[in-house]
Nanobody, 121 residues
């Protein structure tokens, strides 16, 4: 069973930093695009950052210059370094990735269970 498992969320003061991690568990034969989404209370889920299999990155305007997405293909992991956090960054952060669960299968899209990030003094 292929799964994505996030960690690293928590409570942080405004201006602080957090680093989120997401690892793919189970047998994975390939990982393409990996992404971080977030969902604030009462709002729709939004895409924060994307990283391609080749390392190309893209960011939402709201996090550009403050968040950095990276990946480790050997560890089947993706990370989100979040700096200069504000209360508006509060929400549940979800990892998302396109992965091949079998040697002869196509790519399926997977979601993690989410990790809570709260920015408050």
């Amino acid at each position: 069973q292929v799964q994505l498992v996030e960690s690293g969320g928590g409570l942080v003061q405004p201006g602080g930093s957090l680093r989120l991690s997401c690892v793919a568990s189970g047998t994975v034969f390939g990982i393409s695009g990996m992404r971080w989404y977030r969902q604030a209370p009462g709002k729709q889920r939004e895409l924060c950052a994307t990283i391609s299999s080749g390392g190309r990155t893209d960011y939402a305007d709201s996090v550009k210059g403050r968040f950095t997405i990276s990946r480790d293909n050997i560890k089947k992991s993706v990370y989100l370094q979040m700096n200069s956090l504000t209360p508006e960054d509060t929400g549940v952060y979800y990892c998302n990735a396109d992965m091949r669960p079998g040697w002869n299968s196509g790519y399926n899209n997977y979601w993690g269970q989410g990790t809570q990030v709260t920015v408050s003094s």
